[in-house]
């Protein structure tokens, strides 16, 4: 069993920054998942935001965050993180974190494909 826990999530003026992070427990986390972002605006479907493979050797972005946001991972800590840099109203949304088993289709950005999640957190941009 993972379990994730988001934070670092907050209000934030446009153009601003936040980094986010998702702490997993269980022991097997750094080895073997797959490790994704995603978000979910009042009214909107969740949406993959980026996603990231257990080695960080490959990583996925929305078009909508492409040379804005990183993700990374320590898995030494296992932990992954989501810098945010110039962020838009449009960013404004609940920020999830989501663990993919091995042989999970990761990359497709589909709920379906990751196992666990966390709570998640609030960020808000504001104009």
């Known amino acids: 069993q993972v379990q994730l826990v988001e934070s670092g999530g907050g209000l934030v003026q446009s153009g601003g920054s936040l980094r986010l992070s998702c702490a997993a427990s269980g022991r097997t986390f750094s080895r073997y998942y797959a490790m994704g972002w995603f978000r979910q605006a009042p009214g909107k479907e969740r949406e993959i935001v980026t996603a990231m493979s257990e080695s960080s050797g490959n990583a996925y972005y929305a078009n909508s965050v492409k040379g804005r946001f990183t993700i990374s991972r320590d898995n030494a800590k296992n932990t992954v993180y989501l810098q945010m840099n110039r962020l838009e109203p449009e960013d404004t949304a609940v920020y999830y974190c989501?663990?993919?088993?091995?042989?999970?289709?990761?990359?497709?950005?589909?709920?379906?494909?990751?196992?666990?999640w966390g709570q998640g957190t609030q960020v808000t941009v504001s104009s």
């Open positions: 989501a663990a993919a088993k091995p042989g999970k289709r990761w990359r497709t950005g589909r709920r379906g494909e990751y196992d666990y």
